[in-house]
């Protein structure tokens, strides 16, 4: 594969014409590429409500509240010294 400093070399070597039809065909493939890498991350990350969202409904503060009361019900107990 070529270096950079000799593509470099060869582009400034060409015509006026020859560089645009250059910057013509290259150009295409670069805007892929970013297209191609900005897509990337997108599809790696997932929101926290997306992975939740097969949990079902959340429950409710009455829900939250009655299952408080059950574990905290006989706290203290008078049989624990």
Known sequence: MASLEAVLAQAFGLSTLDKVRLIEKVTPKI?????????QPAKMYRSLWGVCRGLGPAPSAEDIDQARQEMWGGFPRDDVE
């Open 31 to 39: 805007e892929e590429e970013i297209r191609n890498t900005q897509a």
